[in-house]
Nanobody
Framework: VQLQASGGGLVQDGGSLRLSCAAS????????IAWFRQVPGKEREWVAS???????QYADSAKGRFTITRDNAKNTVYLQMGSLNAEDTAVYFC??????????????WGQGTLVTVSS
């Protein structure tokens, strides 16, 4: 199982950015995917999730500004971020809890992509 987050970068205050999470090694369409973010020295916080049926949930900080979508044909989840501000500066991670052959679920994380919002 691999998750590859990409799309981070430097963006100006008020700008937009789209992150991608490319997955492999499991039946992508059967699993929910989530985005988290982490600022150095702080705990990782949940941002948004999308279920296998494409229902979505957002943290209060993301509601109205971020949109999570998935493309099962490309095994990819996207996080479209808008109206960015300095508080959105963080490393963004995607994750998935994937069922193994013995029936246990294991949580996998992508490597993270850095988003920096400049004022």
């Amino acid at each position: 199982v691999q998750l590859q987050a990409s799309g981070g970068g430097l963006v100006q205050d008020g700008g937009s950015l789209r992150l991608s999470c490319a997955a492999s090694g499991f039946t992508f369409a059967n699993y929910a995917i989530a985005w988290f973010r982490q600022v150095p020295g702080k705990e990782r916080e949940w941002v948004a999730s999308i279920s296998r049926s494409s229902s979505t949930q957002y943290a209060d900080s993301a509601k109205g500004r971020f949109t999570i979508t998935r493309d099962n044909a490309k095994n990819t989840v996207y996080l479209q971020m808008g109206s960015l501000n300095a508080e959105d500066t963080a490393v963004y991670f995607c994750n998935a809890a994937v069922r193994s052959q013995n029936g246990d679920y294991r949580l996998y994380w992508g490597q993270g992509t850095l988003v920096t919002v400049s004022s």
